[in-house]
């Protein structure tokens, strides 16, 4: 009986049939809108443009981003605000990854627009009784998820070479056990806040140095000579050394002490004795003591003078 349908209910059913259809393929187009401009929104809501103007709170932190490395180098790559704040690449993301990503920039926005809405940051002054707090979350973030953003960019592996051992040392440790802490050494990378200024006074203490010519009697004198005049190995005083680290970061000769020449020695140092050995190396370039120890690698930003 069911079978033999009378010809105006086989019209209904037809009917019908070509609605839902037609509600199916506009639900899906719909959807199909909705995503590309969900895309759109992603895409441009992590752009610099809106990252760094939209919002008045992110105006100092814009400013410092363009004194960094990352905004103006030698090789003409910038960085943008959503490379190094973003673990997630909206134009090559799997499916979870970009709900992961939604997700994000959900909170993050929800976040952003509570401080702009309670003009919370309005001032340089708020600004900066923040800004501790923001760097220290964003600090934290980026070593929870082992600076995902930072080696999507600089591959660890490939650093290095015959003209600098010393990264390769410094940087494969991290590569073998998958540990990383890129802002442990590298300060003002993202943001910088004031140019790194030569010191003038007060590099290390008198006491830092002391030990640190003891370290160097015992380790590095017999290829450096006593005076640090030379022998095997370069000299580390006088134009040899204002030609190797005038203008250099700090940064570049404590990675080499840490690094090939604990290696060169056959040894391993502590922090404080590697810190200890740089200052001995300053105090015989001539560089001042001063009450404060050179104690922590944050301070390996600071540039050497040039002359
Ligand atoms: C090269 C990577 C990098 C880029 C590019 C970058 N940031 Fe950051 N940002 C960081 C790091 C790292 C920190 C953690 C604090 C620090 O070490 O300076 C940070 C911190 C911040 C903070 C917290 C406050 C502070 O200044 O410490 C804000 C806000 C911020 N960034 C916004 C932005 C905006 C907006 C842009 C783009 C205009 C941007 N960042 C571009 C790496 C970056
Ligand atoms: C979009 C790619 C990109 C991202 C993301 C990125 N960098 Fe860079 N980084 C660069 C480029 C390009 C340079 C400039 C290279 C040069 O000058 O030789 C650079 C330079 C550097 C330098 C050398 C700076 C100097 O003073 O010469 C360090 C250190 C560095 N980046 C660390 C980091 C850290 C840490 C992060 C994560 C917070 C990061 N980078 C994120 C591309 C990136
Ligand atoms: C233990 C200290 C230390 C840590 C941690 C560290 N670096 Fe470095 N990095 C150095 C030293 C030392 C240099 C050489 C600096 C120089 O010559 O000015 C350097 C240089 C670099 C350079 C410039 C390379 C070039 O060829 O000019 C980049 C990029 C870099 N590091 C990225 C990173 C990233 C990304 C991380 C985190 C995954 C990281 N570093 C962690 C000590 C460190
Ligand atoms: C076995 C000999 C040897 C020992 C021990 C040694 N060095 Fe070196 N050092 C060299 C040589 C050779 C170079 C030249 C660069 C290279 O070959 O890597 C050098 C380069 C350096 C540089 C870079 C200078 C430049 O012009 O490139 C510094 C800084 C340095 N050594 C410090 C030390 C310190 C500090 C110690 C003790 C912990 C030490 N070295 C131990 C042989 C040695």
């Not at 992590?46 to 030698?74: E, I, K, L, V």
């Not at 923040?130 to 600089?154: D, K, M, Q, V």
């Not at 592996?157 to 890129?182: D, Q, T, W």
């Not at 970061?249 to 391993?268: C, D, F, Q, R």
Request: aromatic share 10%.
């Amino acid at each position: 009986m069911s079978s033999e349908m009378s010809t105006p209910t086989r019209h209904a059913h037809a009917r019908r049939f070509l609605w839902i259809s037609l509600a199916g393929f506009g639900f899906v187009l719909l959807g199909i809108a909705l995503l590309a401009l969900t895309n759109r929104a992603v895409i441009w809501s992590s752009s610099d443009r809106f990252c760094g103007t939209t919002c008045h709170s992110m105006t100092w932190a814009n400013t410092a981003y363009q004194q960094s490395p990352h905004y103006r180098n030698s090789v003409g790559v910038r960085a943008s605000c959503g490379e190094c704040h973003i673990p997630y690449d909206a134009e090559h993301a799997t499916a979870i990854e970009y709900v992961k990503l939604l997700l994000f920039k959900g909170e993050r926005g929800a976040k952003d627009f509570w401080f702009e809405a309670n003009r919370a940051m309005a001032t340089e002054e708020e600004w900066e009784k923040r800004r501790p707090a923001l760097s220290h979350s964003f600090e934290n973030y980026l070593t929870r998820h082992n600076y995902i953003t930072c080696r999507g960019c600089h591959s660890l592996e490939s650093f290095g070479g015959p003209r600098s051992p010393m990264k390769l040392v410094i940087h494969g440790g991290m590569v073998k056990a998958n540990n990383y802490n890129c802002l442990a050494c590298h300060t003002n990378i993202g943001h910088t806040y004031s140019a790194p200024s030569p010191k003038v006074s007060g590099w290390y203490t008198a006491e830092q140095a002391a030990s640190g010519e003891k370290l160097f009697e015992h380790s590095c004198s017999s290829c450096h000579g006593r005076k640090l005049e030379g022998a095997a190995g370069p000299a580390l005083s006088g134009v040899t050394w204002q030609q190797r680290f005038g203008g250099a970061k700090l940064l570049t000769v404590w990675g080499e002490i840490k690094g090939p020449m604990a290696a060169y020695a056959g040894t391993s140092f502590t922090t404080q004795e590697s810190l200890d050995i740089l200052a001995f190396l300053l105090q015989q370039n001539g560089l001042p003591a001063g009450k404060q120890p050179l104690a922590d690698t944050r301070e390996l930003s600071d540039t050497l003078p040039e002359k």
